[in-house]
């Protein structure tokens, strides 16, 4: 079974330039979120959606930042303008009912 | 606030012997536990969990143990083996209604020593 995809892997861009990092989940699961990772802060949740609802976007750190779910099987987080400080791995994850989530492999954004 | 928190950083163990990761959490409401286990340049992938009713979980050489009145949790991992190098993370989870919230540590970096 496909587990959750994201693109791109890899991303190097300029400050002031929009980004846009994509999420498939895994089919059928009714939950998905995202994720940041730094050195400093470890693993952060940013948003999560439930039936494709955001329900907690506490952890969004600026207006920059934003996230979009359209359907069951496809969400973005963008951020417009980007800046160096928001270099991070971007996870993306999903989960059924229960309490497991499943993570995809992260998107590595380097903002210079 | 930082609720839930992995206070060593790294832990080097021989292979064959025990790894013992720990993990202290400070929020009362959470209800379920995880373990994740990650490599470098893959996403954290899921290991073993624990319910709060349960104050021990085994799964082949892991082992969760929960204790609630001291809100510590920790993984035990009989023998080690060099595979099982990679950063671990502990996780909590409160589960009320819609709103399901998963909070990691900060991790903790095992290296199994051939």
């Known amino acids: 079974d496909a587990g959750v995809i994201q693109s791109p892997r890899h991303e190097v861009t300029e400050m002031g330039q929009e980004v846009t990092l994509r999420c498939k989940p895994i089919?059928?699961?009714?939950?998905l979120f995202w994720y940041r990772q730094t050195m400093m802060r470890g693993l952060e949740l940013l948003i999560y959606?439930?039936?494709?609802?955001?329900?907690?976007d506490s952890g969004m750190p600026e207006d920059r930042f934003s996230a979009k779910m359209p359907n069951a099987s496809f969400s973005t987080l963008k951020i417009q303008p980007s800046e160096p400080r928001d270099s991070a791995v971007y996870f993306c994850?999903?989960?059924?009912?229960?309490?497991?989530?499943?993570f995809g492999e992260g998107s590595w954004l380097t903002v210079v | 606030d930082q609720q839930v928190k992995q206070n060593s950083p790294s832990l080097s163990v021989q292979e064959g012997r025990i790894s013992i990761l720990n993990c202290d959490y400070t929020?009362?409401?959470?209800?379920?536990f995880l373990w994740y286990k990650k490599y470098p340049a893959e996403g954290p992938t899921f290991l073993i969990s624990?319910?709060?009713?349960?104050d021990k979980n085994e799964d082949g050489r892991f082992t969760v143990f929960l204790n609630k009145s001291a809100k510590h949790l920790s993984l035990h991992i009989v023998p080690s083996q060099p595979g099982d190098s990679a950063v671990y993370f502990c996780?909590?989870?409160?589960?009320?209604?819609?709103?399901?919230?998963?909070?990691f540590g900060k991790g903790t970096l095992l290296t199994v020593n051939p």
């Open positions: 994850a999903s989960k059924p009912t229960g309490n497991t989530i499943y």
């Open positions: 089919s059928g699961h009714n939950s």
């Open positions: 959606f439930n039936n494709n609802v955001p329900i907690d």
């Open positions: 929020n009362s409401m959470f209800d379920y």
């Open positions: 624990i319910s709060s009713i349960k």
């Open positions: 996780a909590a989870s409160v589960y009320g209604g819609s709103n399901y919230k998963l909070t």
